[in-house]
């Protein structure tokens, strides 16, 4: 039982630094730089399985564009010149986060519109009339039932 | 609410409805996205032909004065397989030069396709680290570019060309790049 847990220790020891980098992809040696270059790559879709950032995808072409971002940074390109070479060859979509233009103005628009439609709901039914008072007909009707109530040894309900 | 107004949310359930369904009825691959590459130019890449010693890709393969289709492939990919009877045509029947890049592969195993099923293209070039792929924008394999003849990007396929994808969409671009 000793040695399992050893053993397993020694494993985890090991094996946990591979979900860190592949173990052909390098970091960049400048950490601020690296950082970066991380923040970047979870704003960048993968193409292939669309729906991930290439950060956290494995598909082969999210590691080669992980690599190609690290050879930018390197060279010198700071993350907005990566995003422009990115979009000059992949469009917005390759964006995460789409810039907000005329093609893009439904998609940021639409919860504010939203946001909007519900407000007016909401003052349209504040707006609508209060009940109309009770008659003289309704109230004598009211009253009865209060006392027919009362009579019983019932509280009236409030 | 009163008045037009109850009516408000039915139309708006209807809307969708509608919406919805126009969208599931529609050949649209939500996969497909439009290539940002159409009517720009070419990339201008030099790449290394996949037989030693055969002639590379240079821009100017790409201004030949006809249209040009660029396919990418790779022995690898199934459906590039499927599409293979396809580009014989245009090659064939059709007259149509083709540049294959063999994307992301390895030498040997695409020559061993192309002895396979046959060779339809003018000129095959090697992307072995995929760059190429990136710099046209290609985010899987078989994607299919037609080129007109001053080298400018006309359509793109994406996927396979099966089906009556050739008749039906690559044919009329080929034409249209004329």
Not at chain 1, 42 to 68: F, G, P, T, Y
Not at chain 1, 123 to 150: F, I, N, Q
Not at chain 2, 113 to 133: C, I, T, W
């Amino acid at each position: 039982m000793k040695h399992l847990l050893a053993r397993l220790m020694l494993v985890a020891t090991f094996a946990l630094p591979a979900y860190g980098v592949d173990v052909d992809e390098v970091p960049l040696d400048d950490p601020a730089k690296e950082a970066e270059a991380r923040e970047l790559m979870k704003e960048v879709r993968c193409l292939v399985c669309q729906n991930q950032s290439i950060e956290d995808s494995d598909a082969d072409l999210a590691r080669d564009l992980r690599v190609l971002i690290r050879e930018r940074m390197a060279a010198g390109d700071d993350t907005d010149a990566v995003k422009v070479y990115l979009v000059e060859r992949y469009g917005d979509w390759v964006l995460l986060k789409p810039p907000v233009a005329g093609r893009t103005l439904i998609l940021w628009g639409s919860p504010l519109l939203i946001l909007l439609l519900v407000a007016a709901g909401i003052l349209m039914r504040r707006r609508a009339a209060p009940p109309p008072p009770l008659s003289a007909d309704e109230e004598a009707r009211l009253k009865a039932l209060l006392e027919a109530a009362e009579a019983n040894g019932k509280e009236p309900r409030g | 609410m009163k008045g037009p107004w109850v009516f408000l949310p039915l139309a708006a359930f209807v809307a969708l409805v509608v919406l919805m369904g126009a969208m599931l009825m529609g050949d649209r691959n939500p996969a497909e996205i439009d290539s940002v590459l159409v009517g720009r130019a070419a990339p201008a890449l030099t790449l290394y032909a996949l037989e030693p010693g055969g002639e590379p890709l240079t821009p100017a393969d790409l201004k030949r004065g006809v249209p040009v289709i660029v396919n990418f492939f790779a022995s690898w990919c199934v459906p590039c397989r499927a599409e293979h009877e396809s580009l014989m045509a245009l090659a064939g029947e059709h007259k149509v030069q083709i540049i294959g890049i063999a994307y992301k592969d390895k030498p040997a195993a695409a020559r061993a396709f192309l002895e396979e099923l046959g060779n339809p293209y003018d000129k095959v070039v090697l992307d072995e680290s995929g760059r190429a792929g990136i710099e046209w924008g290609v985010s899987g394999v078989p994607e299919t570019f037609v080129i007109d003849g001053e080298g400018m990007v006309r359509y793109r396929h994406w996927g396979p060309v099966v089906g009556d994808a050739l008749e039906t969409r690559v044919l009329p671009a080929v034409e249209a790049a004329r």
